[in-house]
Protein backbone atom coordinates (compact mmCIF):
# COMPACT_ATOMS: atom_id res chain seq x y z
CA UNK A 1 0.00 0.00 0.00
CA UNK A 2 1.93 3.17 -1.36
CA UNK A 3 1.76 7.22 -1.28
CA UNK A 4 3.88 10.96 -3.09
CA UNK A 5 5.54 13.59 -1.06
CA UNK A 6 8.32 15.55 -2.29
CA UNK A 7 11.61 13.73 -2.79
CA UNK A 8 13.82 13.27 0.38
CA UNK A 9 16.93 11.43 0.56
CA UNK A 10 16.78 8.53 2.00
CA UNK A 11 20.61 6.62 2.12
CA UNK A 12 20.34 3.38 1.05
CA UNK A 13 23.02 0.61 2.63
CA UNK A 14 25.02 -1.19 0.71
CA UNK A 15 25.14 -5.28 0.92
CA UNK A 16 29.07 -6.80 0.91
CA UNK A 17 28.60 -9.58 -2.09
CA UNK A 18 28.39 -12.36 -0.78
CA UNK A 19 31.10 -14.42 -2.52
CA UNK A 20 33.70 -11.36 -0.55
CA UNK A 21 32.60 -11.70 3.13
CA UNK A 22 34.75 -13.21 5.70
CA UNK A 23 34.54 -15.64 8.64
CA UNK A 24 32.50 -13.62 11.58
CA UNK A 25 34.89 -13.44 14.46
CA UNK A 26 32.06 -11.74 16.32
CA UNK A 27 29.34 -12.47 18.59
CA UNK A 28 26.57 -11.15 20.08
CA UNK A 29 23.80 -12.28 22.86
CA UNK A 30 20.60 -10.96 23.12
CA UNK A 31 18.09 -12.20 26.05
CA UNK A 32 14.10 -11.88 24.24
CA UNK A 33 11.29 -12.48 26.55
CA UNK A 34 7.87 -12.61 24.71
CA UNK A 35 5.11 -11.94 27.33
CA UNK A 36 1.28 -12.83 26.04
CA UNK A 37 -0.41 -9.58 25.38
CA UNK A 38 -3.91 -8.81 25.00
CA UNK A 39 -3.99 -5.39 22.81
CA UNK A 40 -4.67 -7.23 19.34
CA UNK A 41 -7.17 -7.90 17.63
CA UNK A 42 -6.99 -11.92 18.03
CA UNK A 43 -8.59 -12.96 14.41
CA UNK A 44 -9.91 -16.26 15.10
CA UNK A 45 -9.26 -18.99 12.63
CA UNK A 46 -12.45 -19.05 11.58
CA UNK A 47 -12.21 -16.31 9.40
CA UNK A 48 -10.64 -18.16 6.69
CA UNK A 49 -13.73 -20.15 6.17
CA UNK A 50 -16.74 -17.99 4.33
CA UNK A 51 -18.93 -20.38 6.65
CA UNK A 52 -17.80 -18.31 9.37
CA UNK A 53 -20.60 -18.25 12.15
CA UNK A 54 -20.79 -14.82 13.16
CA UNK A 55 -22.20 -16.08 16.66
CA UNK A 56 -18.39 -17.17 17.35
CA UNK A 57 -16.79 -13.87 16.23
CA UNK A 58 -17.24 -11.79 19.94
CA UNK A 59 -14.00 -12.76 21.05
CA UNK A 60 -12.78 -10.29 18.13
CA UNK A 61 -13.69 -7.31 20.92
CA UNK A 62 -10.76 -6.90 23.00
CA UNK A 63 -10.09 -4.94 25.90
CA UNK A 64 -6.97 -2.99 26.06
CA UNK A 65 -4.97 -2.74 29.27
CA UNK A 66 -4.02 1.03 29.92
CA UNK A 67 -1.51 -0.58 31.76
CA UNK A 68 2.17 -0.42 30.65
CA UNK A 69 3.30 -4.56 29.47
CA UNK A 70 6.18 -5.66 31.03
CA UNK A 71 9.38 -4.89 29.25
CA UNK A 72 9.34 -7.52 26.62
CA UNK A 73 13.28 -7.67 25.36
CA UNK A 74 16.08 -7.18 27.50
CA UNK A 75 19.29 -6.41 25.44
CA UNK A 76 22.15 -7.35 26.82
CA UNK A 77 25.23 -4.97 26.56
CA UNK A 78 27.77 -5.92 23.49
CA UNK A 79 31.20 -5.02 23.23
CA UNK A 80 31.34 -5.92 19.29
CA UNK A 81 28.50 -5.91 16.84
CA UNK A 82 28.91 -9.15 14.79
CA UNK A 83 30.10 -8.18 10.90
CA UNK A 84 28.08 -10.95 9.08
CA UNK A 85 23.82 -11.52 9.57
CA UNK A 86 21.41 -14.05 8.67
CA UNK A 87 18.76 -12.28 6.10
CA UNK A 88 16.85 -13.82 3.05
CA UNK A 89 18.16 -11.68 -0.82
CA UNK A 90 17.22 -12.02 -4.28
CA UNK A 91 19.61 -11.32 -6.46
CA UNK A 92 16.90 -10.95 -9.52
CA UNK A 93 13.55 -9.96 -10.07
CA UNK A 94 10.99 -12.64 -9.65
CA UNK A 95 8.52 -14.61 -8.30
CA UNK A 96 9.13 -16.09 -4.47
CA UNK A 97 11.56 -18.72 -6.10
CA UNK A 98 14.28 -15.68 -6.30
CA UNK A 99 14.14 -15.35 -2.82
CA UNK A 100 17.20 -17.17 -1.00
CA UNK A 101 18.27 -17.44 2.97
CA UNK A 102 21.79 -16.88 3.42
CA UNK A 103 23.65 -16.65 6.71
CA UNK A 104 26.42 -14.52 5.57
CA UNK A 105 25.17 -11.18 4.35
CA UNK A 106 27.00 -8.29 5.35
CA UNK A 107 25.94 -6.31 8.26
CA UNK A 108 24.68 -2.88 7.24
CA UNK A 109 26.91 0.24 7.58
CA UNK A 110 25.84 2.89 9.88
CA UNK A 111 25.89 6.43 8.76
CA UNK A 112 25.55 9.00 11.40
CA UNK A 113 21.54 9.57 11.98
CA UNK A 114 21.10 6.54 11.58
CA UNK A 115 20.61 3.25 14.40
CA UNK A 116 21.06 0.11 14.17
CA UNK A 117 18.41 -1.88 15.49
CA UNK A 118 18.31 -5.55 16.35
CA UNK A 119 15.06 -7.18 14.53
CA UNK A 120 12.20 -8.73 16.53
CA UNK A 121 10.07 -8.99 14.06
CA UNK A 122 9.23 -7.69 10.98
CA UNK A 123 5.37 -7.21 8.88
CA UNK A 124 4.83 -7.71 4.74
CA UNK A 125 3.21 -5.40 2.96
CA UNK A 126 2.23 -5.27 -1.11
CA UNK A 127 4.72 -3.06 -1.94
CA UNK A 128 7.19 -5.62 -0.80
CA UNK A 129 6.51 -8.39 -3.23
CA UNK A 130 5.51 -5.50 -6.33
CA UNK A 131 9.34 -4.14 -5.52
CA UNK A 132 10.76 -7.90 -6.09
CA UNK A 133 8.60 -8.13 -8.88
CA UNK A 134 10.42 -5.52 -10.30
CA UNK A 135 7.75 -3.04 -10.25
CA UNK A 136 9.51 -0.19 -9.83
CA UNK A 137 12.81 -1.37 -10.51
CA UNK A 138 13.72 1.82 -12.44
CA UNK A 139 13.83 3.51 -9.11
CA UNK A 140 14.70 0.87 -7.06
CA UNK A 141 18.05 0.13 -4.93
CA UNK A 142 20.48 -1.86 -6.75
CA UNK A 143 20.45 -5.36 -6.69
CA UNK A 144 21.31 -7.97 -4.20
CA UNK A 145 18.45 -6.66 -1.71
CA UNK A 146 16.96 -7.73 1.79
CA UNK A 147 13.78 -6.79 1.53
CA UNK A 148 11.59 -5.47 4.25
CA UNK A 149 9.83 -2.47 5.12
CA UNK A 150 8.19 -2.48 8.77
CA UNK A 151 10.15 -3.43 11.33
CA UNK A 152 10.35 -3.29 15.04
CA UNK A 153 13.53 -4.46 17.35
CA UNK A 154 15.96 -3.23 19.60
CA UNK A 155 18.38 -0.20 19.09
CA UNK A 156 22.17 -2.17 19.33
CA UNK A 157 24.33 0.96 17.87
CA UNK A 158 23.66 4.67 17.43
CA UNK A 159 25.09 7.04 14.85
CA UNK A 160 27.21 10.29 15.92
CA UNK A 161 24.42 12.51 15.46
CA UNK A 162 21.22 10.59 16.73
CA UNK A 163 19.69 12.48 19.45
CA UNK A 164 16.60 10.66 20.39
CA UNK A 165 17.46 6.80 20.77
CA UNK A 166 20.19 5.08 22.63
CA UNK A 167 21.29 1.30 22.88
CA UNK A 168 18.06 -0.80 24.10
CA UNK A 169 15.50 0.97 23.06
CA UNK A 170 12.84 -0.63 21.73
CA UNK A 171 11.53 1.08 18.34
CA UNK A 172 9.09 0.62 15.29
CA UNK A 173 9.16 2.13 11.82
CA UNK A 174 8.65 1.69 8.31
CA UNK A 175 12.90 1.68 7.15
CA UNK A 176 11.97 3.27 3.88
CA UNK A 177 11.11 7.05 3.76
CA UNK A 178 10.46 7.05 0.13
CA UNK A 179 8.89 3.16 -0.69
CA UNK A 180 9.19 3.78 -4.53
CA UNK A 181 12.69 5.97 -4.61
CA UNK A 182 15.74 3.87 -3.37
CA UNK A 183 14.40 2.19 -0.77
CA UNK A 184 17.11 0.51 1.18
CA UNK A 185 19.07 -2.24 -0.49
CA UNK A 186 19.37 -4.07 3.17
CA UNK A 187 15.88 -4.19 4.87
CA UNK A 188 14.01 -5.14 7.39
CA UNK A 189 13.88 -9.24 6.65
CA UNK A 190 17.67 -10.01 8.72
CA UNK A 191 18.92 -9.92 11.62
CA UNK A 192 20.01 -6.69 12.03
CA UNK A 193 18.85 -3.00 9.72
CA UNK A 194 19.84 0.34 9.64
CA UNK A 195 17.55 2.90 10.14
CA UNK A 196 17.38 6.97 10.51
CA UNK A 197 16.07 7.92 13.58
CA UNK A 198 13.61 10.04 11.74
CA UNK A 199 11.90 7.38 10.83
CA UNK A 200 11.46 5.26 13.76
CA UNK A 201 9.24 5.92 17.31
CA UNK A 202 9.88 4.38 20.37
CA UNK A 203 7.39 1.17 20.68
CA UNK A 204 4.10 1.22 22.23
CA UNK A 205 4.61 0.13 26.12
CA UNK A 206 1.70 -2.31 25.83
CA UNK A 207 2.17 -3.91 22.58
CA UNK A 208 4.38 -6.69 22.04
CA UNK A 209 7.17 -6.70 19.07
CA UNK A 210 4.74 -8.78 16.81
CA UNK A 211 2.02 -6.27 17.29
CA UNK A 212 4.15 -2.84 16.84
CA UNK A 213 5.65 -4.85 13.18
CA UNK A 214 2.71 -5.30 12.00
CA UNK A 215 2.07 -1.05 11.91
CA UNK A 216 4.42 1.28 10.90
CA UNK A 217 3.60 1.47 7.22
CA UNK A 218 -0.25 1.05 7.27
CA UNK A 219 -0.94 2.72 9.69
CA UNK A 220 1.48 5.67 8.32
CA UNK A 221 -0.59 5.20 4.94
CA UNK A 222 -4.14 5.17 6.53
CA UNK A 223 -3.48 8.39 8.66
CA UNK A 224 -1.42 10.22 5.39
CA UNK A 225 -4.17 9.02 3.35
CA UNK A 226 -7.33 10.60 5.37
CA UNK A 227 -5.31 13.72 5.87
CA UNK A 228 -4.44 14.37 2.07
CA UNK A 229 -8.40 14.13 2.09
CA UNK A 230 -9.03 16.80 4.58
CA UNK A 231 -11.06 14.23 6.69
CA UNK A 232 -12.12 15.76 9.89
CA UNK A 233 -14.62 15.10 12.58
CA UNK A 234 -18.52 14.43 11.36
CA UNK A 235 -17.64 13.58 7.87
CA UNK A 236 -18.76 10.09 6.52
CA UNK A 237 -16.11 7.47 5.15
CA UNK A 238 -16.41 4.30 2.96
CA UNK A 239 -13.22 2.11 2.81
CA UNK A 240 -13.16 -0.53 0.50
CA UNK A 241 -11.29 -3.71 1.85
CA UNK A 242 -11.99 -2.81 5.50
CA UNK A 243 -10.58 -6.34 6.54
CA UNK A 244 -6.84 -5.51 4.65
CA UNK A 245 -3.74 -3.95 6.43
CA UNK A 246 -4.29 -0.40 5.49
CA UNK A 247 -8.11 -0.88 5.73
CA UNK A 248 -8.51 -2.72 9.01
CA UNK A 249 -6.47 0.88 10.63
CA UNK A 250 -8.54 3.38 8.28
CA UNK A 251 -11.68 2.33 10.03
CA UNK A 252 -10.09 2.70 13.58
CA UNK A 253 -8.31 6.11 12.76
CA UNK A 254 -11.70 7.68 11.10
CA UNK A 255 -13.82 6.23 13.99
CA UNK A 256 -11.37 6.86 16.84
CA UNK A 257 -8.55 9.63 15.67
CA UNK A 258 -10.36 12.23 13.19
CA UNK A 259 -13.94 12.02 14.86
CA UNK A 260 -16.07 10.63 11.35
CA UNK A 261 -19.46 10.55 12.08
CA UNK A 262 -20.09 7.32 10.02
CA UNK A 263 -17.61 4.77 8.63
CA UNK A 264 -19.22 2.08 5.98
CA UNK A 265 -16.66 -0.85 5.16
CA UNK A 266 -16.59 -3.95 2.62
CA UNK A 267 -15.71 -7.60 2.87
CA UNK A 268 -16.69 -11.24 2.42
CA UNK A 269 -18.57 -12.58 4.54
CA UNK A 270 -16.62 -14.36 6.87
CA UNK A 271 -15.17 -10.68 8.31
CA UNK A 272 -18.11 -8.68 8.52
CA UNK A 273 -18.11 -8.86 12.67
CA UNK A 274 -14.62 -7.96 12.60
CA UNK A 275 -15.16 -4.55 10.49
CA UNK A 276 -17.85 -4.01 13.38
CA UNK A 277 -15.52 -4.56 15.85
CA UNK A 278 -12.87 -2.01 14.64
CA UNK A 279 -15.87 0.85 14.53
CA UNK A 280 -17.36 0.60 10.76
CA UNK A 281 -21.16 1.49 11.67
CA UNK A 282 -22.22 -0.53 7.77
CA UNK A 283 -20.68 -3.55 7.02
CA UNK A 284 -20.48 -4.49 3.44
CA UNK A 285 -20.74 -7.88 2.46
CA UNK A 286 -19.22 -7.39 -1.40
CA UNK A 287 -20.00 -10.81 -2.31
CA UNK A 288 -23.97 -10.08 -1.88
CA UNK A 289 -24.13 -6.87 -2.40
CA UNK A 290 -22.67 -3.66 -4.76
CA UNK A 291 -21.86 -0.89 -2.63
CA UNK A 292 -21.68 1.26 -5.53
CA UNK A 293 -25.55 0.85 -5.79
CA UNK A 294 -25.78 2.19 -2.11
CA UNK A 295 -28.51 5.35 -2.23
CA UNK A 296 -26.14 6.42 0.37
CA UNK A 297 -23.06 8.97 -0.65
CA UNK A 298 -19.92 9.62 1.26
CA UNK A 299 -17.68 12.70 2.00
CA UNK A 300 -14.28 10.59 1.79
CA UNK A 301 -14.02 6.61 0.00
CA UNK A 302 -10.93 5.16 0.80
CA UNK A 303 -9.97 2.69 -2.02
CA UNK A 304 -7.55 -0.33 -0.50
CA UNK A 305 -8.40 -2.90 -3.70
CA UNK A 306 -8.41 -1.40 -6.22
CA UNK A 307 -11.99 -0.35 -7.80
CA UNK A 308 -11.80 3.16 -8.25
CA UNK A 309 -14.28 3.29 -11.30
CA UNK A 310 -16.93 1.88 -8.71
CA UNK A 311 -16.09 4.07 -5.56
CA UNK A 312 -16.38 7.51 -7.69
CA UNK A 313 -20.20 6.60 -7.63
CA UNK A 314 -20.93 6.83 -4.03
CA UNK A 315 -18.38 9.90 -3.06
CA UNK A 316 -20.47 13.28 -2.78
CA UNK A 317 -20.40 16.11 -4.53
CA UNK A 318 -16.76 17.40 -4.01
CA UNK A 319 -16.14 14.60 -1.95
CA UNK A 320 -12.31 12.77 -2.19
CA UNK A 321 -11.60 9.59 -3.50
CA UNK A 322 -7.84 7.77 -2.65
CA UNK A 323 -7.25 5.32 -4.83
CA UNK A 324 -4.08 3.01 -3.49
CA UNK A 325 -3.99 0.63 -5.97
CA UNK A 326 -5.68 0.01 -9.21
CA UNK A 327 -6.40 2.65 -12.26
CA UNK A 328 -7.55 5.90 -11.17
CA UNK A 329 -11.08 7.70 -12.28
CA UNK A 330 -10.96 11.25 -11.47
CA UNK A 331 -11.94 12.67 -8.49
CA UNK A 332 -9.42 9.58 -7.21
CA UNK A 333 -6.25 10.42 -6.80
CA UNK A 334 -3.09 8.03 -6.00
CA UNK A 335 -0.13 9.08 -3.02
CA UNK A 336 2.85 6.78 -2.08
CA UNK A 337 3.49 7.05 1.79
CA UNK A 338 6.22 9.13 3.07
CA UNK A 339 7.72 7.35 6.24
CA UNK A 340 7.50 9.34 9.26
CA UNK A 341 8.31 8.76 13.00
CA UNK A 342 6.47 11.78 14.28
CA UNK A 343 3.08 10.19 12.82
CA UNK A 344 4.00 7.32 14.61
CA UNK A 345 4.75 8.96 17.74
CA UNK A 346 1.82 11.16 17.81
CA UNK A 347 -0.52 7.97 16.61
CA UNK A 348 1.39 6.11 20.27
CA UNK A 349 -0.93 7.45 22.64
CA UNK A 350 -4.37 5.76 20.71
CA UNK A 351 -2.39 2.98 20.59
CA UNK A 352 -1.27 2.50 24.61
CA UNK A 353 -4.85 3.47 25.02
CA UNK A 354 -6.60 0.74 22.67
CA UNK A 355 -8.49 2.78 20.97
CA UNK A 356 -6.31 1.62 17.74
CA UNK A 357 -5.69 -1.61 17.52
CA UNK A 358 -2.74 -4.21 15.45
CA UNK A 359 -4.63 -6.63 13.53
CA UNK A 360 -2.74 -10.07 12.62
CA UNK A 361 -3.81 -12.79 10.14
CA UNK A 362 -4.20 -15.52 12.40
CA UNK A 363 -1.87 -17.53 10.12
CA UNK A 364 0.77 -16.03 11.60
CA UNK A 365 2.96 -14.71 12.77
CA UNK A 366 5.00 -16.63 10.23
CA UNK A 367 8.86 -18.00 11.46
CA UNK A 368 11.23 -16.80 9.62
CA UNK A 369 12.31 -19.93 7.68
CA UNK A 370 8.56 -19.94 6.36
CA UNK A 371 9.18 -16.04 4.75
CA UNK A 372 8.22 -17.58 1.05
CA UNK A 373 5.21 -19.09 2.69
CA UNK A 374 4.67 -16.27 4.35
CA UNK A 375 4.88 -14.22 0.77
CA UNK A 376 2.91 -16.80 -0.93
CA UNK A 377 -0.11 -16.46 1.53
CA UNK A 378 0.22 -11.96 0.92
CA UNK A 379 -0.12 -12.73 -2.55
CA UNK A 380 -2.90 -14.12 -2.46
CA UNK A 381 -4.42 -11.21 -1.15
CA UNK A 382 -6.65 -13.04 1.08
CA UNK A 383 -4.95 -12.16 4.16
CA UNK A 384 -7.09 -10.42 7.17
CA UNK A 385 -5.14 -7.27 8.35
CA UNK A 386 -1.38 -7.78 8.63
CA UNK A 387 1.06 -11.11 7.46
CA UNK A 388 4.29 -11.13 10.26
CA UNK A 389 7.29 -12.48 10.67
CA UNK A 390 8.51 -13.86 13.72
CA UNK A 391 10.93 -14.36 15.83
CA UNK A 392 13.70 -12.92 13.45
CA UNK A 393 16.61 -15.67 13.70
Known amino acids: MLATTSTLSSTASQLTPLSSLSPNPFSVKFSFTFRENKNRIAVPTSLKSQRCQLSALPALRVSASSQSAPTSVEASKVSALPSE ?24 ELLEDQVLVKVVAAALNPVDFKRRQGKFQNTDS ?35 EKALEGPKQSGSLAEYTAVEERLLALKPKNLDFVQAAALPLAIETAYEGLERTGFSAGKSL ?26 AATSSTGKLELLKSLGADLAIDYTKENFEELPEKFDVVYDAIGQCDKAVKVVKEGGSVVALTGAVTPPGFRFVVTSNGAVLKKLNP ?25 FS ?14 PIQ
Open 238 to 263: LVLNGAGGVGSLVIQLAKHVFGASRV
Open 85 to 108: MKAWVYGEYGGVDVLKFDTKVAVP
Open 350 to 374: YLESGKVKAVIDPKGPFPFSKLVEA
Open 377 to 390: YLETNRATGKVVIH
Open 142 to 176: PLPTVPGYDVAGVVVKAGSKVKDFKEGDEVYGDIN
